[in-house]
């Protein structure tokens, strides 16, 4: 098992610019999750999907930010456009639907310049 | 106040220490605890799971939960170095939803 992969491992990019970040969850998990960590905020749940379906997004920041999941081996986070408030390490998180702790991808580690 | 709250440090201890991290919570309707490890650089990882109360070991591990009083404790028996790391804990209300809430971490360090 692979475990939770996700890309690119770090993106910088100027203010302004799209960004999309990529989650690939483990196969036969049925829940994935888009967290954002930040010192001085720690782990926030940004969007929580259930059989590829958003289930909650109400921890995403604002407009800037969407999330998609078109099937269940895949999901994007995007930020359009950026900001360099949005710098941080993004985690993809997927679970069994029995909820039994999630497991982590290594992070996506975002800078806005 | 948030739901679960937790020191963020940080803790350094000698090697071979025993080590007592602590989280305290708001909501009673949790029901399942857990602690994840997170290594600089690195996603967490689920490193104890427990139900309602009572003490879990597991080698030089124990979680703790005391629902009475809504706290949670990860132990640390014969502290290594490589144990050094940020300790959150994590709860949820029951299998329904899976939405886990954080604490926000205790930054340990072990030094040789």
């Known amino acids: 098992d692979a475990g939770v992969i996700q890309s690119p491992r770090h993106e910088v990019t100027e203010m302004g610019q799209e960004v999309t970040l990529r989650c690939k969850p483990i196969?036969?998990?049925?829940?994935l999750f888009w967290y954002r960590q930040t010192m001085m905020r720690g782990l926030e749940l940004l969007i929580y999907f259930n059989n590829n379906v958003p289930i909650d997004d109400s921890g995403m920041p604002e407009d800037r930010f969407s999330a998609k999941m078109p099937n269940a081996s895949f999901s994007t986070l995007k930020i359009q456009p950026s900001e360099p408030r949005d710098s941080a390490v993004y985690f993809c998180?997927?679970?069994?639907?029995?909820?039994?702790?999630?497991?982590f991808g290594s992070g996506t580690r975002l800078t806005v310049v | 106040q948030k739901e679960v709250e937790q020191d963020p440090g940080p803790l350094s201890v000698p090697e071979g220490a025993i080590v007592s991290l602590n989280c305290t919570y708001s909501n009673s309707a949790f029901q399942y605890f857990m602690w994840y490890r997170q290594y600089s650089r690195k996603g967490p990882e689920l490193l104890m799971y427990t139900y309602s109360s009572g003490n879990k070991e597991d080698g030089r591990f124990t979680a703790q939960v005391d629902k009475s009083s809504k706290y949670i404790s990860l132990f640390i028996r014969d502290s290594q170095p490589s144990d050094s790391a940020t300790y959150l804990c994590?709860?949820?209300?029951?299998?329904?939803?899976?939405?886990?809430?954080f604490g926000g971490g205790t930054r340990l360090m072990v030094k040789p």
């Open positions: 998180a997927s679970t069994q639907e029995t909820g039994y702790g999630y497991t």
């Open positions: 196969s036969g998990h049925n829940s």
């Open positions: 994590a709860m949820i209300y029951n299998n329904a939803g899976n939405m886990l809430t």
